[in-house]
């Protein structure tokens, strides 16, 4: 292999701990999603909806196995695509990688929309015209500039948004949990087998986070210890607070599955006119932390790529003073500022069920593959039964993946021939030199 499979560039600063990687991972999986998801699930399932969660933290749970023995073999910097490329080969690799850079640009950019969207309830102009534009310039051009100036930094911030979302959703939860409705749990027939994967799929993608969070690894101090122990932490949080967030819904909302601002609705049942302004505030906020999260992690994917010769070199370069990819950030805020404006969002929902199931799926088979391995370091977490848990939670993938639309996969054709498209060019330039 023309490269080493534990690379990590000697100008990156380790200087992200234990605790503010826990609070990264939660930052990102505390997505804006949550403010609208149970009147989602309430209208797939009713209370069964609660079953679902169930379902769904198994599933997730034996994803996360897998990337912890998997994640503990590595100390560089690129999570899923490191992963991809040393256990099936540098185009498998490059797929991974360029498919989940693309997915991250276009959630950063229909968060960034969402998030003029609730701005606007305080000032209406921030919803269209200059002001739009302003706003998400001001917002990109901040986090971006936050995330050049060093990641030590950039990670304490975005301990400071965790902290905060816990808090707020925390209080919404806490609060309203005293104002349930017990009648309100009655289990009507039990859904359609349709309804229920549904809502186990919008689950599984609620849940995640924990992916994107592993890619600034060549940035985490003892990342084969802090990675696997932080993802079980992090997510047994994510999964109580999720779970008391759609039973207060369930209780105190009558009309859940009619409700647009779930969140907003049930706080005004409960709280007053005042939670739904309360509610306003945790929706920027949760916004503005998601919105932190990937510009913090989605550079270091280019960052990665270019290191191992993926891509152009000066995308691997660090800043000599800040020791950041700040290459590799100004293209990434570009992109992301574009199509936040432009609404153009580059596929940004329908790509991401299926590139996010395929490298779960690719993750969870490298497991037995890495095994095999010689040339890698050893797993500092080991799965108890590896090999049942990948090949069962690769069957849950490829079940998940059965519910997906036609439109789905061709829009993920369509973004995996450009990506192939880009490898042989590289390939090619590589060659001559």
Known sequence: MAHSTNSVSPSLLRGIGRFDFIALIINITIGAGILGLPAKLYALTGTWSLLAYGVSAVVVTLIILCFAEVSSRFSGTGGPYLYARVAFGPLVGFEVGWLFWLSRVAAFASICNLFTTYAALFRPQLAEGWERIGLMTALVVCLALLNYLGV??????????????????????????????????????????????????????????????????????????????????????????????????????????????????????????SGAGFITIVALLTALGTLHALMLTGPRLLFAMAEQGQLPQWLGSTHPRFRTPYAAIIVTATLQLLLAIT???????????????????????????????????????????????????????????????????????????????????????????
């Not at 806490?174 to 409705?181: A, H, S, T």
């Open 343 to 433: 609404g153009t969002f580059l596929y940004a929902l329908t790509l991401s069920t299926l590139i996010r199931l395929s490298y779960f799926a690719l993750t969870c088979a490298a497991l037995p593959v890495l095994r095999q391995r010689t040339d890698v370091m050893p797993a500092q977490f080991r799965v108890a039964n590896g090999l049942l848990v990948s090949g069962l939670t690769v069957l849950l993938c490829v079940w998940l993946l059965s519910n997906s639309s036609g439109r789905e996969a061709r829009d993920v054709a369509i973004a995996t021939a450009a990506g192939l498209a880009i490898f042989i060019l590289m390939r090619n330039r590589r060659k001559r030199a």
């Open 152 to 273: 030590k930094r950039s990670a304490r911030v975005n301990t400071a948004f965790t902290i905060s979302k816990l808090l707020s959703i925390g209080v919404f939860a806490g609060i309203g949990l005293f104002f349930i409705d017990t009648t309100a749990f009655k289990l009507p027939a039990f859904p359609s087998y349709s309804s229920f994967s549904q809502t186990v799929l919008l689950l599984i993608f609620t849940f995640s986070g924990f992916d994107v969070a592993t890619i600034p690894s060549g940035e985490v101090q003892h990342p084969q210890r802090t990675i696997p122990l932080s993802l079980l932490l992090a997510i047994g949080t994510v999964a109580v607070l999720f779970i008391c967030v759609q039973v207060v819904c369930i209780g105190t909302l009558p009309d859940l599955a009619q409700s647009e601002r779930p969140l907003a609705d049930a706080a005004r049942h409960f709280i007053g006119p």
